[in-house]
Nanobody
Framework: VQLQASGGGLVHPGGSLRLSCATS????????IGWFRQAPGKEREGVSC????????YYKDSVKGRFTISRDNAKNMVYLEMSSLKPEDTAVYYC???????????????WGKGTQVTVSS
């Protein structure tokens, strides 16, 4: 089982980025997949989660309306579209696999390496 996040970079406030999570070694449609982030000096936090079989998606309050999670099972990819980015979105972003058939990202068993997102003028 592997997950690999990519697509981070430096962007100005108000800008957009699309993060990608490439999955392998399992059928991602059967699992919840989540995006998490960790800013310097802060604990890791959940950002968004897409349930198994697309049975719902969930967002941290501070990103609602700005971030969109989606999955392309044919390509084994999960995406996080981020817009109206703010400096406080600066963090290392990770994708992770949740439980089989899960609707929520409360127990994650495999994590990918992160990708840095920096929002700065």
């Amino acid at each position: 089982v592997q997950l690999q996040a990519s697509g981070g970079g430096l962007v100005h406030p108000g800008g957009s980025l699309r993060l990608s999570c490439a999955t392998s070694g399992f059928n991602q449609d059967y699992y919840a997949i989540g995006w998490f982030r960790q800013a310097p000096g802060k604990e890791r936090e959940g950002v968004s989660c897409i349930a198994a079989a697309n049975l719902g998606s969930y967002y941290k309050d501070s990103v609602k309306g700005r971030f969109t999670i989606s999955r392309d099972n044919a390509k084994n990819m999960v995406y996080l579209e981020m817009s109206s980015l703010k400096p406080e979105d600066t963090a290392v972003y990770y994708c992770a696999r949740g439980t089989y058939g899960g609707r929520f990202c409360d127990e994650m068993d495999f994590w990918g390496k992160g990708t840095q997102v920096t929002v700065s003028s």
